[in-house]
Structure formats: structure tokens, C-alpha cells
């Protein structure tokens, strides 16, 4: 079992930069590549990044390749992304998600995760 908290949302200038947070508890983190989602209103949930379960392989959607980066702490049990030149259609709830999954890719697919957090906001103004 793992319980995800994201933290770290907010409203932004566009151009500016937020750092979201998912801290994780359960003692099987360290198996779970991580993902982050988002969805905007009126919109599906769509894929932005996914990072292995050793951090040693990340996989970006292109709307945000170049701009978010991902990162993991296993020792503390946190996953970050790291959000620079926003943009207003980044505006959206960001959810964190793990799964155990022998791809990242697989991670892809937002009926892949097996556990979700509960969403922090992420609001950019134009």
C-alpha cells in the first residue's frame, strides 16, 4: 500500500516556476515508478512526466519537454517536478501516481497507476 500527498501548487505569473511535491508513505516507494498527471477542466486527465523506480530514466510528454524536470528521493520517500516557464494552458489539478510497471511508458496510460494522490492546483495567469 501506498498514500500519496502532492503540495506545492499555486497561482503563477506566466513565465514564472513552482516545484511540486508528492510525499509517499508505505515501505514499498522505493519499487514504484512515479508518474504526474494533470487535468484541466472540461478535460481528460492527460500524462506529463514519468520517472523509474531508480530515477535513472525519466519520459516527459512533448507539451512539457525542456520546461518540467522530475527528480525522486527514495531515502525520502518524495518524488518533485520542478515546473519553469509556465504557460497558461498549464494550468490544471497535478495528480501523483505510482505504479509497479517493468516500462515508464507504460506509465503513460492514466489507467496504469495503481495508487493516486489527491491533486494540487497549479493556476498560471497570462
Known amino acids: 500500500q501506498v498514500e500519496l500527498v502532492e503540495s506545492g501548487g499555486g497561482l503563477v505569473q506566466a513565465g514564472g516556476s513552482l516545484r511540486l511535491f508528492c510525499a509517499a508513505s508505505g515501505r514499498t516507494f522505493s519499487r514504484h515508478a512515479m508518474g504526474w498527471f494533470r487535468q484541466a477542466p472540461g478535460k481528460e486527465r492527460e500524462f506529463v512526466v514519468a520517472i523509474s523506480w531508480s530515477g535513472g530514466s525519466t519520459y516527459y510528454a512533448d507539451s512539457v519537454k525542456g520546461r518540467f524536470t522530475i527528480s525522486r528521493d527514495n531515502a525520502k520517500n518524495t518524488v518533485y517536478l520542478q515546473m519553469n516557464s509556465l504557460k497558461p494552458e498549464d494550468t490544471a489539478v497535478y495528480y501523483c501516481?505510482?505504479?509497479?510497471?517493468?516500462?515508464?511508458?507504460?506509465?503513460?496510460?492514466?489507467?496504469?497507476?495503481?495508487?493516486w494522490g489527491q491533486g494540487t492546483q497549479v493556476t498560471v495567469s497570462s
Open positions: 501516481a505510482a505504479a509497479v510497471v517493468r516500462s515508464i511508458f507504460i506509465l503513460t496510460d492514466p489507467s496504469t497507476p495503481d495508487y
